[in-house]
């Protein structure tokens, strides 16, 4: 954390590659083939070693409850002592490996952040729906900027950025697809909406993410170029109904 700047609220200035450098830097510790292999990151694993390593708690069978608001709470993540928690109800849910990531990435990136003036009450991190969000948002307060970096954390430890473009073209070599290899255009047609549709399935079999993971981490990596002209439910909607 010596090597981060903060703002004067005390959130780490960030850039999207410092995450992913970030993210790949916490791969490498324990096997960098994740990094080139597509293939799922073992996040439980990651997380019981530095459980016997560093005495980093975790809890993934309690219900963590609802905010004052009375937002369900999915994800908390405690700074002192560091603790790890995800609500039971995930437990069988394809969200479970994005939530977890999403906390981890608070450990990794804000441990040592003081909370006072970013937004949270007392030293821990709640996370309900609308902080597991990922993609464009609009950035208004210190708790913003703390939630889209843990997303960007969890989006590339669970689905590392060569990993993803390794995957992909070879998924389009299978499928017959010789151009353009590793970027996908998605058009209104039926024929490339299907296509994508199986290169998503299988990313999200591959990765253990959902299908909204999937999309929000293409397009952050420039892979998937959308010439749709979408009027579909707004991203928040597909991930609380997924």
């Known amino acids: 954390m010596s090597s981060f700047s903060f703002d004067e609220n005390g959130v780490p200035i960030l850039s999207t590659d410092a995450i992913e450098l970030k993210a790949e830097e916490v791969i490498s510790y324990f096997d960098r083939t994740i990094l080139e292999q597509p293939q799922r990151t073992p996040m439980l694993n990651f ?7 560093f005495d980093l708690f975790r809890d993934y069978s309690s219900a963590l409850g609802r905010t004052k608001y009375g937002s369900i709470i999915l994800g908390k993540t405690k700074l002192n002592p560091l603790g790890i928690y995800v609500d039971k109800s995930l ?16 450990v990794v990136l804000h441990r040592s952040v003081d909370l006072k003036g970013t937004g949270y009450e007392q030293q821990e991190i709640v996370d309900t729906e609308i902080d597991l969000v990922t993609g464009k948002k609009n950035f208004k307060t210190p708790r913003d900027w703390l939630e889209w970096q843990a997303n960007r954390f969890s989006s590339a430890i669970l689905m590392p950025r060569l990993s993803m473009f390794v995957a992909v073209i070879a998924k389009q070599k299978k499928m017959g697809i010789t151009r353009d290899k590793g970027t996908i255009f998605l058009e209104e047609q039926p024929y490339s909406k299907r296509d994508y549709q199986e290169i998503t399935n299988h990313l999200g079999l591959v990765y253990n993410v959902n299908a909204t993971n999937v999309e929000c981490r293409l397009k952050d990596l420039g892979i998937l170029i959308d010439h749709r002209d979408i009027n579909v439910k707004h991203i928040s909607e597909m991930f609380a109904t997924e």
């Open 47 to 53: 997380i019981e070693e530095l459980h016997k390593k």
């Open 91 to 106: 437990a069988n849910d394809a969200r479970f490996n994005f939530v977890l990531g999403h906390e981890f990435g608070h």
